[in-house]
Each structure stands twice: as structure tokens, then as C-alpha cells.
């Protein structure tokens, strides 16, 4: 069992709906633990520090955000899912179906309907690469 922390260069890109799209390069740590693989790493947004995890076992993947936004969005293949997101105005509920995850080295690759309070919000494709930071 490898626990060894890696430490690499994140390039994170969403695209909603295939229009709008949002990138985020960052560096975070990624490692093992028994047969999930994580990724952890912390972005600053004007509310202030985001600390995001994100965790990857066969078919299901976690995203866990703390800090200025929280945030808990699971997936698993082809179900939907019942997440929560949290804003200084209330928590809202949040709902994920999975229609595609994809997990390989230094490549993470979720396609997934969010809806949020009950409204479809749209298809979002979240791309995530990595890959060792070299010093």
C-alpha cells in the first residue's frame, strides 16, 4: 500500500454544456491509498481558499471542497447521486449522473448532468491531467 504523496502541476478544465469553459492550473499532491487514487489541491478565488480532493475507485469518484466553498459532489456510473453545496446564503442540494469516468496516468475525465435545487444546470465535462512536479 503506497501512501506516498507525489507532488504535481494540475490542469484543471470544466466545460458546461460545450460552450462555457473555465481552466485552472495549480499544483497539489496526488497519491494512493489502498484502491482509490487522490488528488488534492488548493485554488484561491475572490471568497478566499478552496481546498479540493478528489477521489477515484472504480467507477465512482468523490469531490470534496473546503474552505470559502463546500461542496461534496459524488458519481457513480450511470446513477444519480445526491451531493450538497454550501454558499454563505444556504446549502443547496445538489444531484450528479455519471454518465462517463475515466481514470488513467496523469488523467482524470468525468461527464456528468448537474442539476442543482432541482434544475438541470447542464452537461459538465470535467478534464483534470497531471503530472509530476519536476524540481
Known amino acids: 500500500m503506497d501512501n ?4 504535481v502541476k494540475i490542469k484543471v478544465k ?3 454544456d460545450r460552450q462555457e469553459s473555465f481552466e485552472l492550473i495549480t499544483f497539489g499532491r496526488y497519491f494512493q491509498k489502498g484502491e482509490a ?12 481558499t478552496v481546498r479540493t480532493i478528489v477521489k477515484l475507485a472504480g467507477n465512482e469518484a468523490l469531490i470534496l471542497r473546503g474552505g470559502a466553498v463546500k ?5 457513480e456510473l450511470n446513477r444519480v447521486l445526491r451531493g450538497s453545496y454550501e454558499m454563505p446564503f444556504g446549502v443547496f442540494e445538489t444531484m450528479t ?13 468525468i461527464l456528468y448532468d448537474f442539476t442543482l ?5 447542464g452537461t459538465y465535462h ?4 497531471f503530472q509530476e512536479e519536476r524540481k
Do not use: C, N, W
Request: hydrophobic share 35%.
Open 4 to 7: 506516498t504523496e507525489i507532488p
Open 14 to 16: 470544466t466545460t458546461i
Open 37 to 48: 487514487s487522490f488528488l488534492k489541491y488548493e485554488e484561491v478565488q475572490e471568497e478566499g
Open 71 to 75: 461542496m461534496r459532489l459524488p458519481f
Open 97 to 109: 449522473l455519471a454518465k462517463r469516468i475515466e481514470h488513467t496516468e496523469g488523467r482524470i475525465d
Open 117 to 121: 435545487q432541482g434544475e438541470p444546470a
Open 126 to 129: 470535467l478534464e483534470i491531467t
